[in-house]
């Protein structure tokens, strides 16, 4: 299964999705999401027409797509507006794709995961990043023992090289679903 | 990001037992990897390898992106500026740092983005935001076109590039409406990568009675012609291939189409767009040298202020400096300065070690060899000479002579202050007694935006080395960036110093907290238990109390409150006031239930993996130079070790201390409870004999305790 990236809604300007692929992929061996990284949540129709476009002609290249994740980080924002952003993304989206989203583990202040949990019934899964940038976030085991009751099937998304060490909760949650490796290309600027 | 290079080699992904069942990657998501807050810059002057922070300065370090728009703000008129915002997500830049996407929005702020409005039109979700628009106004200004025509016709174009058009509705009889119709076709059979069928549905509409379909049409086979030209380059996840898979025949035809749009509309709508595809014609055609010339041009002639600078850089950035065979296109050319000046830094960079970074780095000979290319820009290759020699390692004294003393302008271009910071810097390396008497020369016409924290830190440095740190707080002090003092508190400061600026109403509130919370963790921690109780007055009653200490420095708030009404127990054992247990230890520093209690208060208040900002000791830069605050620092673990180690402990307090200091590694098996860890260094652990020694004797000396009974493993 692939996390690929389609574009990104941007600060400034109307809000629209630039594309930041050139052409449809083409991976008929692998079940796809479709990522789109915002840093607004002010989208219109136009923005997810565009998102809908990309995920119909994704299925029409022969992919199996399996829906939609939203890439927002919310840490400076707080999660109320965003559920509600997500509540409303899910009545437009067609019921055929799934809506993921990813969730920084320092989503309030207090890095609770009960603020997740509000999105029970809301998405399909929630892909919990345990870092920032390149690096593990510290005390992400803490966070763990706070999951222990979480509602929605998650997956643990890991940074590539990064500091990590399998909370043993993970190994019986019933929600866990499994790893995300988020893949680095070294720095050429 | 190299800060946690050492965690990272030592506990490369240890999976422990759960499955892989998942496993997947997102690919092409790692864009936007250095614009967040993994990124913490080395406090200190020389940027030789490349950095996620960079500096107003011309830098080897620098993004290229950034050495590109300083040089374009120094070859142009650019309004002064305030200070930079410090963006809530970088706040470890302060005002001395800056990201590539931190500074485009210093520059250029984007607009406070209104709430989605669904009410107005959909429009199309392909096209340019701005095609809709000017398709819907030239319809509009049609007379020809009847009323219901043209409110179909309005509505298909916000279909048009979006999945498949019904084209249901009513007829479209009249000449006018039927060119905007075949024009609507044409653009869908564009967006659904019908090249032919475009070209086709184009090509007679150039010829439109309508002045806007007319032109349109004309510039449309540019567009055609550069989608059919990368079509097929396009791998399997849909990223780009590469300019070698690109369809020649097409590249020519847009080269063509470019010529036969601007030789009909010189001045049109679309002229400056169809100049601007051929580059992308050059790119993708392989025209490495024409592309560079162009981008030389332009590196010449955008005005810094404005954002298409921004724009050229990224642009350059990509299509040129990120290729493997910059260089070789670079040294090919005769007289592209600007370029070379980029790549020239780009080269410079080294490693910690000292050795080149860039691939052949920058060969003695050859900085000499472009002398000719740089006759108009003598003080920017005058830069590059110095820049060579100050990472080269070459005798400062020389330095000095290629970069004269121009300390006492009013302002400074980028490059004018790349050369006094330069300056400043072989003064630093040369011991120069007048050292400190440059930087504060240099400071008045320093711009608040990057140029003058900059130099405060060059000042701060050296009064650093000299055991000058009162001079940074003192009245009056030059030194009046946030984050510089921020960090001097937290490292070198003096209870005196912290006390001062905890007091000093002139500062802003979260620098006066940072000092608060320094004084009181530190009176706590190294054990000057008898000026907490007074320090603690300095705590104002509002103060924030919110657990949350894992990124301190970079907190918005500091909660200071935790200190006066923190959590003290939790049941485990009775422990009153912070105040009172700080008293009891200056009453005796080897009171064990204090001892006990002081570890509640960390354990309680999120005090574990804290730390106060640490330089990297590595790296020495701002902070690194002796700790004004005496003593050590003793951890909850070292605490528990004492009290385990005192044979007169109470049984329930050694049980108690047995039982937490087992639990400091729970259950990762890393030590939760060290002092003040950096990120860059593991915490220190005992050996895991010892960790068992410590729960066999809790099992076997004090079965009958609540903490024997609770306690199941170690780790």
Redesign the interface.
């Known amino acids: 299964?692939?996390?690929?990236?389609d574009g990104e809604v941007r600060?400034?300007?109307?809000?629209?999705?630039k594309a930041?692929?050139?052409?449809?992929?083409?991976?008929p061996d692998q079940a796809l999401w479709l990522?789109v990284?915002a840093d607004?949540?002010?989208?219109?129709?136009?923005t997810r027409?565009?998102i809908?476009?990309d995920l119909?002609s994704w299925r029409k290249a022969g992919n199996t797509v399996i829906g939609l994740q939203v890439?927002f980080?919310a840490?400076?924002k707080g999660i109320g507006h965003y559920a509600q952003f997500l509540r409303d993304l899910r009545r437009r989206l067609p019921q055929e794709y799934r809506l993921s989203v990813t969730g920084l583990m320092?989503w309030s202040?207090?890095?609770d995961p009960a603020s997740l949990a509000s999105l029970a019934g809301i998405v399909d899964e929630v892909v919990v990043q345990t870092?920032?940038?390149?690096?593990?976030?510290?005390?992400y085991?803490d966070y763990f023992?706070r999951m222990e009751h979480f509602p929605i099937p998650f997956?643990v998304?890991?940074v590539e090289?990064?500091?990590?060490?399998?909370?043993?909760m993970?190994?019986h949650h019933p929600q866990?679903?499994?790893?995300?490796?988020?893949?680095?290309?070294p720095?050429?600027? | 990001m190299k800060r946690l290079a050492l965690l990272e080699r030592k506990r490369r992904l240890a999976w422990g037992t759960a499955t892989l069942a998942g496993a997947g990657l997102l690919a092409g998501g790692v864009a936007w990897a250095c614009a967040d807050s993994s990124c913490y810059p080395d406090w200190r002057l020389s940027l030789a390898s490349y950095d996620c922070a960079g500096q107003a300065m011309l830098s080897p370090g620098n993004d290229t992106r950034v050495n590109m728009l300083w040089l374009m703000r120094s070859l142009s008129e650019t309004a002064p500026r305030g200070p930079a915002p410090t963006p809530s997500d970088e706040r470890q830049f302060g005002q001395t740092w800056l990201s590539w996407s931190g500074l485009r929005a210093a520059l250029w702020p984007a607009p406070e983005a209104k709430p989605a409005e669904d009410a107005q039109p959909a429009s199309s979700c392909q096209t340019f935001a701005t095609a809709v628009p000017a398709f819907n106004e030239a319809l509009a200004a049609d007379k020809g076109v009847p009323e219901a025509e043209r409110k179909a016709l309005g509505q298909w174009r916000a279909k048009v590039g979006c999945g498949d058009v019904a084209w249901d509705g009513p007829s479209i009889a009249s000449p006018a409406g039927r060119d905007y119709l075949a024009y609507l076709k044409a653009s869908q059979a564009f967006y659904s990568s019908d090249w032919a069928g475009a070209r086709q549905g184009f090509a007679p509409l150039a010829r439109s009675k309508s002045r806007w379909i007319a032109e349109t049409a004309a510039y449309m086979p540019i567009r055609i012609a550069l989608r059919a030209a990368i079509a097929g380059a396009v791998d399997k996840y849909g990223d780009f291939a590469g300019t070698d898979k690109v369809d020649p025949a097409s590249v020519a035809a847009a080269r063509e189409a470019i010529a036969t749009y601007l030789k009909a509309w010189p001045q049109g709508r679309y002229a400056a767009s169809a100049t601007g595809l051929l580059r992308r014609v050059a790119w993708l055609g392989g025209d490495d040298a024409g592309l560079a010339q162009t981008y030389e041009q332009m590196l010449a002639t955008t005005p810094g202020d404005s954002e298409a600078a921004a724009d050229l850089a990224e642009e350059i950035d990509i299509k040129l400096f990120e290729r493997q065979n910059a260089d070789a296109i670079l040294d090919r050319l005769n007289n592209a300065p600007l370029l070379l000046a980029v790549a020239d830094f780009k080269r410079m960079r080294r490693f910690d070690d000292g050795t080149a970074s860039t691939k052949g780095g920058l060969p003695d000979g050859q900085l000499a060899a472009q002398k000719g290319q740089f006759a108009q820009h003598p003080d920017l290759y005058g830069l590059l000479e110095a820049t060579r020699a100050f990472y080269a390692g070459d005798n400062p004294r020389g330095i000095l002579t290629m970069l004269p003393d121009a300390a006492r302008a009013k302002s400074f271009t980028p490059v004018a202050f790349s050369r006094q910071m330069l300056r400043g810097m072989a003064l630093a390396k040369a011991h120069d007694p007048n050292e400190a008497g440059f930087w504060q020369e240099l400071l008045t016409g320093a711009s608040p935006f990057y140029q003058r924290p900059l130099v405060q830190m060059g000042l701060v440095l050296r009064w650093q080395r000299d055991g000058k740190l009162a001079q940074v707080f003192a009245p009056g002090s030059p030194i009046t960036d946030s984050m510089t003092r921020e960090i001097l508190l937290q490292t070198m400061a003096t209870p005196a110093i912290l006390r001062g600026s905890a007091q000093d109403a002139s500062r802003p509130a979260h620098e006066r907290d940072i000092a608060r919370f320094t004084l009181l963790y530190k009176d706590l921690a190294k054990g000057a238990y008898g000026d907490f109780g007074g320090d603690l007055a300095l705590v104002p009653a509002h103060a924030s109390a919110e657990d949350h200490l894992w990124n301190f420095s970079m907190q918005e708030t500091i909660p200071v409150g935790l200190f006066s009404k923190g959590k003290w127990a939790d049941g485990n054992i009775a422990c009153g006031p912070l105040s009172q247990t700080a008293a009891a230890l200056a009453r005796s520093p080897v009171d064990r239930k204090a001892q006990l209690c002081l570890g509640e208060f960390y354990r309680l208040n999120g005090f574990d993996g804290f730390s106060l900002y640490r330089p990297d000791p590595k790296r020495p830069g701002l902070g690194s130079g002796p700790e004004g605050f005496p003593g050590r620092l003793l951890s909850r673990g070292e605490l528990y070790a004492a009290v385990i180690a005192d044979p007169k402990a109470l049984p329930d307090e050694r049980a108690y201390a047995l039982y937490r200091a087992v639990m400091c590694y729970a259950p990762s098996g890393y030590n939760g409870c060290s002092a003040s860890v950096s990120t860059n260094s593991l915490p220190p652990e005992v050996p895991k004999e010892q960790r068992k020694a410590w729960y066999n004797e809790l099992k076997q000396r004090y079965p009958a305790s609540t903490w024997a009974k609770s306690l199941r493993y170690y780790w």
């Open positions: 299964m692939f996390y690929l990236l600060r400034g300007g109307p809000p629209r999705l930041l692929r050139m052409g449809t992929p083409h991976l990522v990284r607004r949540l002010d989208w219109n129709e136009a027409a565009a809908l476009s119909g890439d980080d840490a400076t320092d202040a207090h890095g870092y920032q940038g390149r690096s593990t976030i510290p005390g085991e023992r997956r998304a890991l090289h990064g500091a990590w060490q399998a909370p043993p993970l190994a866990f679903r499994g790893y995300v490796v988020f893949l680095l290309k720095a050429s600027r």
